[in-house]
């Protein structure tokens, strides 16, 4: 009986494991190697066994478990979809787990049912070690290729940027406004912050220095009066006073016009114009004139520009 | 030895093709190699070094060289060229080339994993990771996705996928990749049992699987987090299903029963491969209808099957994804439409290789273009003649040989603007059939003197051609590598600025609100943003690049505004940098859509900053974000 029936029994106590991975939640290497057959596999393989009433060629059961396995998890979610737990892990884990153990059970009584030979039981390789050498060294390239192709991606140039956003006031209905700062520059970076209300400086937070990455949330309490103002946050570069880094705005009177908005907000350069050597200022930032403007980010190019 | 000479040259010419033919057709190859994997592991390193070579190329053009448009060709040949001259040798036996064909599906399965490792980036990936994300956020189906709204009707492959990342608890990308990977698996393994079970022969499966490879879409995009990466795998184990039945030896049943599933699967996964399975069992049906009398004892018609196939699919589009209709057809009308204006000398065609601002690829990636196609179209009818001599008892093999003959007349689309997608999109089907019947060819062809030995190289190199025309045909030259920032170039338009705005959005906006973008931002808001990104598609055919364009807001273009519940808009400064490189700054119907000639005006985006009522809630530099509720609301 365990001659005959023993790939289901492996089959039967890997679908344990995985229910007791997902149950259990093991170390995410392990839940993911556990699970991962439940999937792909296990379903399809039941299926098959099950339904098939003699040996196929192992390529060819290779074949029709990757498909069935496929086309059952695709098909389950339907009947999960329209059952009141919907699409859970524990769900998946009863449907295609019930899916692979009524296969099981069917391809049991089957096997019982034929004089049809067991199963070949798996050999042991003969191991021809210039084969596994050079197998070895594939894995080990593809895996190089995977974690150069990773890194290049994480560290990809990238120009540096400020985020600069306004919340609160009027639109929420409250009195306190707050603004934040986020830098996503290449270096350490100082700020300061304005908050104007009908074009008058109403607070000021400076220096605000960030670290790449770092974040400074700031709030002020309005009057109501001012509230029904243009609330401007501006945010300015330590040392280009002139110029205004980041501007957000909340416009919450409709009849207000904002001071000075006849003017665009930032007098950016058009697209042909150049800088330093003439080169284009847009674009590719490695084709930026030198390695101070091109550490730096587009909006940066204006500062510069003054 | 007179008599032969004094025939005439016709004869004797006759007589030396049918003798070659004879040779070609029926001579098996002489050594089989016995067991094992032959060559299987030298040629996986090289395929390995092949990758390594391509991440190198990644790596070195995301940081801007040049040299890496070269390393990309170097190593995608690296991987190719030695399994298709094992592929073409006499000497290699069946499980070395099963084994062969696996590694080819992988190898270039993993060459757009080493693209972008971290994510998704392609616009049909980020709209179907919304699909996914939604039902692993609710648990439910059918959530709406106003980017790609028969997404959520088609929900299979995100099935599949939030299946694999709620047991394992791997993420969506995670998840996904390993999914496609095992599709792609499947999709070879079940091609190569497709064509070994017609063809009687594991070296025309093995270079059936190889000539499938080198269709335009096999190396990006049918491997992309989309639903006909699924769909595709999934019908061709139906196709190898049906054609193993056979009454006599027991396999009608479970065979029948694994084609249904398979074939329900891809009803529900997508429309386009669905509506192809039908065409593909239909005209095998037709096929099999005229030649009955030629049928082998035992085996099956596929009528039964294609009955099921179209109930099944009716039913799925009239009660659940109806909406498909409006979506394909009038792609389909307007390819029609420009053929027929274009073959009526109406109207000019299509430039072919002409990139966005008329730029054009290199000399020899062009003549690599129209060389691969040239070799396919040449390489056909000694297809077609073998399938007659050989296989033309099997309805199958002739249905395939009716498929690859739909070909030429699919290139005439190319000369379309609208029809060359839909050809480009067809391919992935069409090569179904043409892969089995140029494998004829080259089978065939490897049996004759002057192909063997050295000469084979002719061959490897006449099938390397049309491998490397594949992603030059299919792909634009500037997707195929990462690198610097373009303008509207989906991948390579997504940097950390816009990554930062679309999880701003989500965190502190919250989900779900209606928000115009441009293309690329408006696929992160869609996906990492959660956002309702508005489309002509999900919006009553109202394109709002007709805002984005206007010099100012008149009236007309704040209606539109109002019609569209826009609740937010995002702006993007880079859009005044260059020209779209996908050819439209937001989508179809837009200003001068397709035949953009020079970049935005910076005024037409700095229109939004004078607007009463119009609330300026972040800004990164690039990037500003306008909270427009106020402005729309009613006086």
Known sequence: MIRRSWDLMAAAVLLGIAAAAVLLQPPALFRISLTLPLVLVLPGYAIVEALSTRRRRGSERVVFTLGASLSVAVLAGFLLDALPWGLRAESWLVALGGVTAIGLVLASARRRATTDPPPPLLRRPVARWRAVVVTALAVAAAVLALVVAREGAVDQPQAGFTRLWIQGGPTEGTGVVRLGVESGELGETSYALHLEVAGRIKQIWSPIVLQPGERREVEQQLAPAELRSVIEGKLYLIGVPETVYRRVALNPNPTARRPGTQAALFARPRRAETVGTGRRCFGNPTHWPDERVRKSMYCRCQVLLG | ?635
Request: aromatic share 10%.
């Open chain 2, 1 to 635: 030895m007179r008599a032969r000479s004094d025939a005439p040259i016709l004869s004797r010419v006759r007589e030396s093709a049918r003798s070659a033919l004879h040779v070609a057709v029926n001579e098996e190859p002489r050594r089989t190699g016995g067991e094992g994997w032959g060559w299987c592991p030298a040629v996986g390193l090289l395929a390995a070094l092949g990758l390594l070579i391509l991440a190198c190329a990644n790596t070195a053009a995301r940081h801007g060289a040049a040299w890496p448009w070269n390393g990309f060709w170097v190593g995608l040949l690296l991987i190719f060229v030695p399994i298709a001259a094992r592929l073409l040798s006499s000497s290699a036996n069946r499980q070395e080339r099963l084994g062969l064909a696996a590694l080819l599906g992988v190898g270039l399965f993993l060459v757009k994993v080493l693209q972008y490792p971290t994510d998704f980036r392609y616009a049909d990936e980020l709209m179907h990771w919304r699909t996914a994300d939604d039902i692993l956020q609710m648990g439910r189906l059918h959530r709406p996705n106003p980017v790609l709204p028969v997404s959520p009707l088609f929900p299979g492959l995100e099935n599949l996928t939030t299946a694999v990342a709620s047991l394992s608890g791997l993420s969506i990308f995670a998840a996904g990749t390993i999914v496609l990977g095992v599709a792609r698996l499947t999709l070879v393994l079940a091609l190569f049992h497709l064509y070994e079970s017609i063809s009687g022969s594991a070296r025309v499966a093995g270079l059936g699987v190889l000539l499938y490879a080198a269709n335009p879409n096999f190396l990006f995009f049918g491997v992309q987090f989309a639903y006909e990466s699924l769909a595709l795998p999934l019908t061709t184990v139906a196709l190898f299903a049906l054609v193993r039945r056979d009454r006599r030896d027991g396999s009608m049943l479970p065979s029948t029963v694994l084609a249904c599933l398979a074939l329900a699967a891809v009803v529900t996964t997508h429309h386009v491969t669905t509506y192809m399975a039908v065409l593909v069992l239909g005209l095998w049906a037709l096929v099999d209808a005229i030649f009955r009398r030629w049928r082998a004892p035992g085996r099956l018609d596929p009528v039964g099957m294609l009955v099921i196939l179209v109930v099944a699919g009716a039913a799925w589009l009239i009660f659940a994804a109806n909406l498909v209709v409006g979506y394909l057809a009038p792609k389909i009308s307007k390819s029609a439409e420009e053929l027929l204006r274009f073959m009526a000398r109406e109207e000019s065609g299509r430039e072919l290789f002409q990139a966005v601002g008329g730029e054009l690829p290199p000399l020899w990636e062009r003549l690599a273009g129209f060389g691969a196609t040239g070799l396919t179209l040449l390489v056909l009818p000694p297809g077609l003649l073998v399938l007659w001599v050989r296989h033309r008892r099997t309805s199958a093999a002739l249905a395939l040989g009716c498929l690859a003959l739909a070909y030429p007349g699919s290139l005439a689309l190319r000369f379309t603007s609208t029809g060359a997608e839909l050809a480009n999109r067809a391919t992935s089907f069409l090569f179904l059939a043409l892969a089995f019947v140029l494998a004829l060819t080259f089978a065939a062809a490897a049996q004759l003197r002057p192909f063997r030995g050295l000469g084979r190289a002719v061959l490897v190199g006449w099938i390397a051609v049309i491998f490397v025309g594949g992603p030059i045909v299919g792909w634009a030259r500037w997707a195929r590598l990462p690198g610097p920032y373009l303008v509207s170039a989906d991948a390579r338009s997504i940097e950390a600025e816009s990554l930062a705005a679309a999880h701003w959005a989500r965190a502190v906006l919250g989900p779900n609100n209606r928000m115009a973008a441009d293309r690329a931002n408006r696929l992160l808001m869609l996906s990492y943003g959660r956002q309702f990104t508005t489309t002509s598609l999900s919006s009553g055919g109202i394109n709002v690049g007709w805002v984005y364009f206007a010099r100012e807001i008149r009236p007309k273009e704040r209606e539109m505004l109002r019609k569209l519940r826009v609740d937010y808009l995002l702006v993007d400064q880079r859009l005044t940098q260059g020209l779209p490189q996908s050819g439209t700054y937001f989508e179809r119907g837009e200003p001068n859509s397709k035949t953009h000639t020079q970049p935005m005006d910076p005024g037409m985006l700095a229109k939004f900053d004078h607007l009463d009522g119009v609330s300026r809630l972040y800004d990164s530099g690039n990037i500003q974000i306008y909270d427009v509720r106020g402005y729309l609301r009613d006086p």
